[in-house]
């Protein structure tokens, strides 16, 4: 594998070449369909993963199939739950699902042990990362602990919304977005309609208001 992959990280670019070598002689290509189960709860860590282009999916599910998006990891970034769990040896407790084709390098353990213990470099990426994520997700706990859920349905749909205000999502992706039931989040849906600032189809929703879903989005 050449080396070019790691320009796309500043942080390694910086490396020293022996670094560099330790990594792109032990990195793998990995190169993954849409829809594919990159991990899963019980499942130990074998490499470190850094997505070079598309976006990987991170959520927990729970025992009764609730579902929640933590987090998504897209070009030049690597996963926190991964980190983790080479971190402590402990198996996965989410999964990581592609939502788009994703090309990526797989770091095996060993390596990114070795790379951890004499880089500096890899180790500001490593913890950079990691703590940019632990944000995310103590923000994703406060929107689900404390943010009303209109609102945040409101947020969502203008978030992922097309040029034409269509988005392209059913009622139970909503519901692994928000953090919530998918019963609870149709009711909702089903009220913006009533309201006209939303028509609802098999498969996808338009926005009819953008303006008014602007302004609950933006209410306290």
Do not use: N
Not at 115 to 138: H, N
Not at 205 to 219: C, E, F, M, P, V
């Amino acid at each position: 594998m050449t080396d070019s992959w790691v320009d796309r990280f500043s942080d390694l670019a910086a490396l020293p070449a022996e670094d560099k070598k330790l990594l792109t002689e032990r990195a793998v290509s990995v190169s993954l369909p849409a829809g594919t189960t990159v991990f899963a709860p019980g499942v130990a860590a074998e490499s470190f993963l850094l997505v070079l282009d598309g976006t990987i999916r991170v959520q927990q599910v729970s025992s009764g199939g609730r579902e929640i998006v933590l987090y998504r990891v897209t070009g030049g970034e690597s996963c926190i739950m991964t980190t983790s769990c080479l971190f402590s040896g402990e198996d996965y407790v989410a999964e990581g699902v592609t939502e788009t084709e994703v090309d990526a390098v797989a770091i095996p353990k060993a390596a990114f042990e070795e790379a951890i213990a004499r880089s500096s470099g890899f180790r500001q990426l490593v913890f950079s990362g990691y703590s940019d994520r632990i944000s995310d997700i103590m923000h994703v706990v406060q929107e689900v602990a404390f943010e009303r859920l209109d609102k945040r349905l409101a947020q969502r749909l203008l978030a992922l919304s097309d040029p034409d205000g269509v988005i392209k999502a059913t009622h139970q992706d909503l519901a692994a977005e928000l953090g919530s039931a998918r019963e609870v989040v149709s009711r909702q849906l089903k009220e913006l309609q009533r309201r006209g600032w939303i028509s609802i189809a098999r498969g996808q929703i338009a926005l009819t208001d953008a303006d008014q879903l602007k302004s609950l989005a933006g209410s306290d």
